[in-house]
């Protein structure tokens, strides 16, 4: 959590980004009526998200990697992660592969969430990845320790 938030108890400052406008519209219903989160914009394009996120300089970003106008998702997602190391990333994923989700989450994501999981833990990803810890589900988490040790393994 910032140090700044923490002594003045700011809200968790969230921009969402996601190429469809209903994503949008429900991440923020979902969010609105959540005491110490504020929604403070939204952006379909990858050149809008990198503007918005520039000028607003949210506590948390949720992402959409298939962003239109983007040709890279994993290059904005580091960019991003470059220019705003105070902003924190949620991946928002369709189901996708694992090893995309993977490549991001090493890209500098601190965690995602499925579509299909929003109104369930949306409130609660953002809490917990705004305190500094990652929100991956469990069965994701044998894959990152599989990930892990294989490039321990390659290091020997």
Known sequence: MHQSEVALKLPITVLIADGKASV???C??????????RVVGDAASGP?????????????????????????????????????????VILLTQPSSERRILEALCCGARGYIAMKSLRMFLPKAVRVVHSGEAWVPRKMVAKILDRLMSLTSQTR
């Open 24 to 26: 949008r519209t429900a």
């Open 28 to 37: 923020a219903k979902i969010l609105k009526p959540e005491k110490g989160i």
């Open 48 to 88: 809008a998200v990198l503007a918005a996120a520039m000028k607003l300089k949210p506590s948390i970003l949720l992402l959409d990697l298939t962003l239109t106008n983007t040709k890279n998702g994993k290059s904005l997602l580091t960019t991003i992660c470059g220019r705003l190391p105070h902003t924190t």
